[in-house]
């Protein structure tokens, strides 16, 4: 980080895990970093020193002899988290600070009450007059206008990858609420991420979970307070197929299970189980911490499941969007003795995939046939390779079968849950979001 004398002690106090807020920005951090304009971005962002995002590490804290707990020591939302120089009028840090007027449907007060300006004591006139030209744009442009002239105000890839990330890691608190504007001529504003504990299916209470397929943006914040941002509901009626392409892209790198998953597992692999109890035993600060949300339910382990099932999700939301790609799709299927058949030309290099969320309450029978995927599936041995499941409802073994000319393959695992979801791809068959 270099020499610094600013920073930012985070308790988490909704995430006892500590690690969605840190984890999430060095996600963002990727994500920033395998676009292909990052050349041209500005070079104080490429910088920066996790790409305009926040970075961080957790500490055990200690005041006046008594142990707080753990927290997280940040980086602070200030100059130096963007790179920026506050004696430039051109330089600016806009956070949205509310859930409604935020959201591009009204003129801008930057005062604090629904934007901040976190850069300058003086939020400079020309800050405010670039700010409201973009507002106005998004409010009042024809759908031709709005993607001819877009770039003459934001970076468009910044808000195909925000809009994409706070789908993907369902960022309930980050649309309206916690939106980062950066500029670096005054002009052009380049969307980024901050605030993210409440991610990872974490409600902003940090008292329960929500389903992994939260809708993005109904359920949302925003959407819960009314309304919902107008800049990314345009974004994504008007540009589909670069929001599909950019998530093919996303779901193969930054965004794939096995990043985010090894970032996770790396966080919580610093901090042995009678830490975590520490955060809120009866010594912790003479009990005083004892009420955090969410001690039973909310780990690593739970964030890891939500991970590869909301990817699933959004897979199955973004996919279908347009011509690109496609997905052989069936949702909530009860086999109940009938077949269910779908036939259609699959390129897995384009990134087509099979996906089939199958409700196996209702088998009965032992090695219950649920899901063949090939160019021949009555057929065994299949030139082009095939997979058949079969469903144990005695031991509520999953069965996956692979064949390939001669090769054979065979591997079994327990299911936990009589629902699921099944995935074949390119990469292989998944269950509920882990490779088998």
């Avoid at 500005?42 to 006046?64: H, I, M, W």
């Amino acid at each position: 980080w270099g020499n610094q004398n600013k920073f930012c002690l985070k308790a988490n106090w909704i995430d006892l895990s500590h690690a969605r807020n840190v984890i999430s920005a060095k996600l963002w951090g990727d994500v920033v970093k395998s676009r292909s304009d990052y050349d041209s971005l500005p070079e104080e962002l490429r910088t920066s020193p996790n790409q305009g995002a926040v970075d961080g590490f957790p500490v055990k804290v200690y005041c006046n002899n008594l142990y707080w707990g753990r927290y997280t020591w940040n980086i602070p939302k200030d100059a130096w988290m963007a790179n920026m120089d506050d004696e430039l009028e051109t330089h600016c840090i806009l956070c949205g600070e509310n859930y409604e007027s935020s959201c591009f449907r009204a003129e801008a007060v930057i005062d604090e009450s629904d934007w901040t300006d976190e850069l300058h004591d003086e939020v400079p006139d020309s800050i405010r007059t670039s700010l409201n030209n973009a507002i106005r744009f998004v409010m009042n442009s024809t759908d031709e206008e709005f993607v001819a002239n877009i770039e003459n105000y934001f970076n468009l890839p910044s808000l195909i990858d925000y809009y994409l990330f706070c789908y993907a890691i369902c960022h309930l608190d980050g649309l309206g609420k916690n939106q980062l504007l950066f500029t670096y001529d005054g002009t052009h504003w380049i969307a980024s991420a901050y605030d993210m504990d409440s991610t990872w299916g974490l409600y902003w209470d940090g008292t329960s979970l929500v389903s992994t397929s939260y809708k993005m943006q109904e359920e949302y914040e925003t959407g819960a307070h009314g309304t919902t941002n107008l800049l990314y509901e345009r974004l994504g009626t008007l540009f589909l197929e670069q929001i599909k392409n950019r998530w093919f892209e996303l779901r193969n790198g930054a965004l794939s299970f096995y990043n985010i998953n090894r970032y996770f597992e790396s966080f919580g692999d610093l901090c042995p189980p009678y830490v975590v109890a520490e955060d809120y035993a009866n010594t912790t600060d003479n009990g005083v911490f004892v009420n955090i949300p969410s001690k039973e339910t909310n780990n690593i382990g739970q964030i890891r499941e939500y991970a590869a099932k909301r990817l699933l999700y959004v897979d199955s939301k973004i996919n279908p969007l347009t011509a690109i790609g496609e997905t052989i799709l069936r949702g909530n299927y009860s086999p109940e003795g009938e077949p269910w058949i779908d036939t259609a030309t699959l390129n897995f290099n384009n990134g087509d995939y099979v996906e089939a969320s199958i409700d196996l309450s209702s088998c009965v029978d032992s090695y219950e046939n649920i899901l063949s995927v090939g160019d021949n599936i009555v057929a065994w041995y299949q030139p082009v390779g095939g997979y058949h499941l079969y469903y144990d409802s005695n031991t509520n073994e999953l069965q996956v079968n692979f064949s390939y000319s001669s090769y054979h393959a065979r591997t079994s695992i327990t299911l936990t849950d009589t629902n699921i979801i099944v995935k074949v791809d390119s990469g292989g068959v998944y269950i509920n979001g882990a490779l088998v």
